[in-house]
């Protein structure tokens, strides 16, 4: 399978809530890394499965769209956009950068870097001072 009909599938899992066709799109030892949260690392496609089925079941309006990609030799670059409703009501917005390597026609591995959005954010000043500088305003 080509790289973008791999991504199309797992867009079309995820919008489909079809657990079994996402788990397809997954090498048994996938490796998951979200770098600006070390301790949320897994190995396998079972953590994967384990996921998404909690996430399906919390929100069964879940969405996902892809805003752009880029594919490169046997990478993918997403930038998403997900969406949905939680059981209490709440909203779910979350956007941001997969880049995957797929190996076999499945994604062997993922660095995640997608974080819930900031509707009423501080501005970039006061994120400058916060993150850059270590003042809080």
């Known amino acids: ?16 809530h079809d657990i079994k066709l996402l788990i397809e ?40 769209l892809i805003l752009r990609h880029a594919i490169s030799n046997n990478s993918i670059w997403a930038e998403w956009e997900w969406r949905g409703t939680r059981q209490d009501k709440s909203k779910l917005l979350m956007r941001g950068v997969t880049v995957m390597g797929v190996e076999g026609g499945k994604i062997k591995w993922g660095r995640l870097y997608v974080e819930p959005v900031e509707m009423n954010g501080k501005g970039i000043e006061a994120a400058v001072e916060e993150v850059m500088h270590g003042k809080k305003k």
Do not use: I
């Not at 399978?1 to 489909?16: G, I, R, T, V």
């Open 1 to 16: 399978m080509d790289l973008e009909s791999l991504l199309l599938k797992l867009k079309d899992a995820f919008n489909s």
């Open 25 to 64: 799109c997954f090498d048994e030892t996938y490796s998951s890394e979200q770098p600006v949260h070390p301790g949320r690392t897994f190995n396998g496609q079972e953590q994967v499965k384990k996921n998404w089925a909690s996430n399906f079941t919390e929100m069964p309006d879940f969405s996902a």
